[in-house]
Each structure stands twice: as C-alpha cells, then as structure tokens.
C-alpha cells in the first residue's frame, strides 16, 4: 500500500516476521544501512540501541549535492515493539547545520501492526507536513521517488528478518 496525492508519504508492506524481531532492527541505527532504500545511510556514529523518546542518534549519511554530512536523530515516537519515531536535524557537515529554523520537524515513522502468527503489517511513513512550504513542495513533486526508495527499505527490511 502507498499513499498517491498530498500528505505523508505512505508505504505498507507484510513481513514474515513478529513485531519485536522487526522492532529490534529498527529500534538498532547500526543496522539502518543494511535496511536503508536510498543509498544515502553510511553508518551510525555510536552504538547505542534506542531505549525510548529523548534518545538521539547520529547517523552518517551522504547526498550528491551536500556530500558527506552527519544527521542527529531524535526519537519523538516510541511504543515497544509498536512504533518507533524519529525528527532528523542537521548536523556536522550538513549546510543547514546550526542555521536558526534547521529542525523543520518532519519525522519517519514505522508502525508495526502483527498480523497472524509471526508476520506484521510494517507501515514506513514520512511525515513532512510540519516542512516550510518549499521543501513540502520538493516533497510532494518527488512522491513517486520517496515512495520508490521507502518500498526498497521495507523490501530490505523483510530480507533481513528472512535472513535471522
């Protein structure tokens, strides 16, 4: 499932796996390379598993037009084995780091919703609706990209938990 027209960018998909082994991976920003559908991921800066809402991770990341750059993740969404929830703000080597307004408040979000024995629903959302009106526009304009690149980090999330 994938939402179409205006709003988050919305993508679902079945994965043969209980929640709290899907959660593990979510939950472990060591492990969002192997998941990530963007190419973009190049790694967590510290080891730390996610314990709850407050807790920032930092990952490594790198876009053809910033180059290598550092994101602070901070988890505004937490449920155990449920949700997970995160606000990226720029930071080292980001060109909006430190700038006044660089946390623009949009989140991903995964739900995870069990479905029979052993599989879940994992429902991967971006939610940009709190972005200035510009960058929801560059949003809306590349739905089909975002929604590409969140289908593929699904597809990846499911092989890992095939994998375990």
């Known amino acids: 499932m994938t939402s179409t027209t205006g709003g988050p960018v919305v993508v679902s ?4 796996a209980p929640a709290g082994d899907i959660f593990r991976i979510l939950a472990d ?33 790198h876009f053809e037009r910033y180059g290598d750059y550092e994101m602070h993740n901070h988890v505004v969404e937490y449920e155990q084995d449920r949700r997970i929830g ?11 780091a430190g700038a006044p307004g660089a946390s623009w408040g949009h ?47 699904l597809e990846r999330l499911a092989a890992l938990c095939a994998d375990r």
């Open 29 to 61: 920003p060591g492990r969002h390379p192997e998941l990530d559908g963007s190419g973009m991921l190049r790694g967590g800066v510290s080891d730390a598993v996610v314990a709850g809402v407050g807790d920032v991770f930092v990952m490594r990341m």
């Open 107 to 153: 989140r991903w979000i995964f739900d995870l919703l069990p479905d029979g024995a052993g599989a879940t629903v994992v429902t991967e959302t971006f939610d940009g609706s709190r972005l200035p009106a510009d960058k929801r526009a560059e949003v809306d304009s590349g739905r089909a990209w975002w929604q590409t690149q969140m289908a593929s980090t």
């Open 13 to 16: 998909r079945r994965i043969e």
């Open 86 to 96: 995160w606000e990226p703000r720029p930071g080292r080597g980001h060109p909006d």
